[in-house]
């Protein structure tokens, strides 16, 4: 069942050519740059080929059970001056050092993060300035994408026409691969700076939220 999902046919790109045969019944993966690629009718989109393989890949996963979670907001964050990560000891109001025996006490820390915390949240100008370097860091991605697409558009036609000469017996065999084969890695690069960027553009969709609902949902966040 995994062999079916994770076949590349489904969104419209039929790889073959890619192991060769070591023995009666073991086969060994060929370089990548030896497959051979068939542009075929896709049955999904791209999206959903790469949403359910994702989940295949997270599934192969060995399950890890997860450690206990530390009672103290910087339980293993918080740092001393002399490099060492500093805990909480039982029946301690303090974080605590083992190398230099620093001691900060838990209620003075927290304090200062929550004044910084509100001071942060309650700052709208600072809040703008990452909401619209976030709008700017999407419309180069966009601007991006629009080149991968007109370049990998030229690319697919500059394919076919090396594929029209060899058909026309205008090119011999080695010619054809001479020509084709940077061709078809240069394709292959472009499909995956396409992937890529579509990921970075999923990233960045905090574009759709306004300064005033971000600050709004801060402040909120902060009181509680």
């Given at each position: 069942?995994?062999?079916?999902?994770?076949?590349?046919?489904?969104?419209?790109?039929?790889?073959?050519?890619?192991t060769?045969?070591?023995?009666?019944?073991?086969?060994?993966?060929?370089?990548?740059?030896?497959?051979?690629?068939?542009?075929?009718?896709?049955?999904?989109?791209?999206?959903?080929?790469?949403?359910?393989?994702?989940?295949?890949?997270?599934?192969?996963?060995?399950?890890?059970?997860?450690?206990?979670?530390?009672?103290?907001?910087?339980?293993?964050?918080l740092?001393?001056?002399?490099?060492?990560?500093?805990?909480?000891?039982?029946?301690?109001?303090?974080?605590?050092?083992?190398?230099?025996?620093?001691?900060?006490?838990i209620?003075?820390?927290?304090?200062i993060?929550?004044?910084?915390?509100?001071?942060?949240?309650?700052?709208?100008?600072?809040?703008?300035?990452?909401?619209r370097?976030?709008?700017e860091?999407?419309?180069?991605?966009?601007?991006f994408?629009e080149?991968?697409?007109?370049?990998?558009?030229?690319?697919?036609?500059?394919?076919?026409?090396?594929?029209?000469?060899?058909?026309?017996?205008?090119l011999?065999?080695?010619?054809?691969?001479?020509?084709?084969?940077?061709?078809?890695?240069?394709?292959?690069?472009?499909?995956d700076d396409?992937?890529?960027?579509?990921?970075?553009?999923?990233?960045?969709?905090?574009?759709?939220?306004?300064?005033?609902?971000?600050?709004?949902?801060?402040?909120?966040?902060?009181?509680r």
């Open positions: 069942m995994t062999r079916i999902l994770e076949d590349t046919s489904a969104k419209g790109t039929y790889l073959h050519n890619r060769k045969r070591v023995g009666n019944w073991k086969a060994e993966p060929k370089p990548e740059s030896e497959w051979g690629i068939v542009e075929v009718e896709p049955i999904v989109s791209e999206a959903v080929w790469n949403e359910v393989n994702r989940i295949v890949e997270e599934q192969r996963k060995a399950t890890v059970r997860p450690g206990r979670r530390p009672k103290h907001i910087f339980a293993g964050k740092r001393c001056k002399c490099g060492r990560s500093m805990y909480v000891l039982s029946n301690t109001p303090k974080y605590f050092c083992e190398g230099c025996r620093t001691r900060i006490p209620m003075n820390l927290e304090a993060f929550l004044d910084q915390l509100k001071g942060f949240f309650a700052d709208p100008e600072r809040i703008a300035g990452h909401i370097k976030a709008n860091a999407v419309a180069e991605k966009g601007r994408l080149t991968n697409q007109t370049e990998a558009a030229k690319v697919k036609e500059q394919m076919q026409r090396t594929h029209q000469l060899y058909l026309d017996k205008a011999d065999v080695d010619g054809f691969k001479e020509l084709y084969g940077p061709q078809q890695e240069r394709l292959r690069q472009l499909q396409h992937l890529r960027i579509l990921s970075d553009l999923d990233l960045c969709g905090v574009n759709s939220l306004s300064t005033e609902t971000v600050v709004s949902e801060a402040l909120d966040l902060q009181r």
